[in-house]
């Protein structure tokens, strides 16, 4: 099987220019097929709190209103995914901005109210691969937002941890997968504010325990539900990482 990798940015890496720039060397250097799926929690927070609207995040998720979801529509769709796939061309690395909705990418259902009201976030029904294996196939790089669709015409809002181990997972049937998460800290860390403290290999069990015991918490939530779930599901190799140590595979591997 040839090699696939599957890089997702989180948010501050993309907000910070230099942090993109050298993210976009990196992610360039690369070779073979490869896909990248950002975030952008943070810039979607910041233009909804210039419009007026307030953010709730449950668990490193976002509650998204119908105005909430307008401006991560405008702020994954538009802004960001943009500005990466320009950075891309500039480097020489023939990329495509997509959404889930496009080339019906990525379908999910708006999921129901229960305890929470996560009102227009969606989660993940289908992912169609066809497509992306064709653009793999003729060295296209699909860049992917943290956005689905109902098939009904609304978009819905989707974790982009989620996004990365979801295409990862469907993806893993025809490639051998890698998915790195690449985010501002050096790894899964004991102490969250001590960069020294990477644990370097992290067991199902250990990071259940972790979260009791509240040393892993909020926006690495997401990331290691899905990582984990993308191992169990034939994805090869899941790493933990930031734009610094991407190339060298330091970080924290999920096993
Ligand atoms: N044990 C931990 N190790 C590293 N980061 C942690 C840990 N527990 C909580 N975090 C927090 O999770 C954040 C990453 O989540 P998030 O900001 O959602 O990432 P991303 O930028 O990929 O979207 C880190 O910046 C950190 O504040
Ligand atoms: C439903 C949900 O939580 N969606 C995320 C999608 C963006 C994202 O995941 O961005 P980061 O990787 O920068 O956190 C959100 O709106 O924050």
């Known amino acids: 099987m040839d090699r696939l990798t599957i890089i997702k940015v989180g948010g501050k890496v993309v907000e910070d220019t230099q942090q993109l720039n050298l993210l976009l060397d990196q992610f360039n250097r690369f070779s073979g097929n490869k896909i990248l799926v950002h975030g952008g929690g943070n810039t979607a927070t910041e233009v909804a709190g210039k419009l007026g609207i307030e953010t709730e995040l449950v668990d490193g998720r976002r509650i998204t209103s119908k105005s909430m979801l307008d401006v991560v529509t405008m702020v994954y769709g538009g802004l960001v995914n943009k500005k990466i796939v320009a950075g891309l061309q500039a480097r020489g690395c023939n990329a495509i901005g997509l959404t889930g909705a496009d080339l019906n990418l990525i379908s999910a259902i708006k999921r129901p109210a229960g305890e929470i009201d996560y ?48 295409l990862a997972i469907e993806l893993s049937g025809h490639y051998s997968t890698f998915l790195f998460y690449c985010f501002d800290k050096p790894g899964v860390l004991l102490d969250p504010d001590d960069d020294s403290k990477i644990i370097y290999e992290l067991q199902a069990e250990q990071f259940n325990d972790y979260k009791q015991k509240g040393v892993i918490s909020t926006g690495m939530l997401p990331k290691l539900d899905n990582g984990f779930r993308a191992k169990r599901n034939g994805v090869k190799e899941v790493l933990i990482t930031n734009t610094e140590n991407l190339s060298s595979g330091r970080g924290t591997r999920l096993v």
Not at 135 to 148: D, G, H, R
């Open 119 to 166: 009102g227009f976030v969606g989660d993940v029904n289908d992912v169609n691969s066809r497509e992306l294996r064709l653009m793999l196939n003729e060295n296209v790089v699909p860049v992917v937002a943290p956005l689905t669709h109902d098939g009904k015409g609304s978009l819905l809002n989707t974790n982009a941890d989620t996004i990365a181990a979801e």
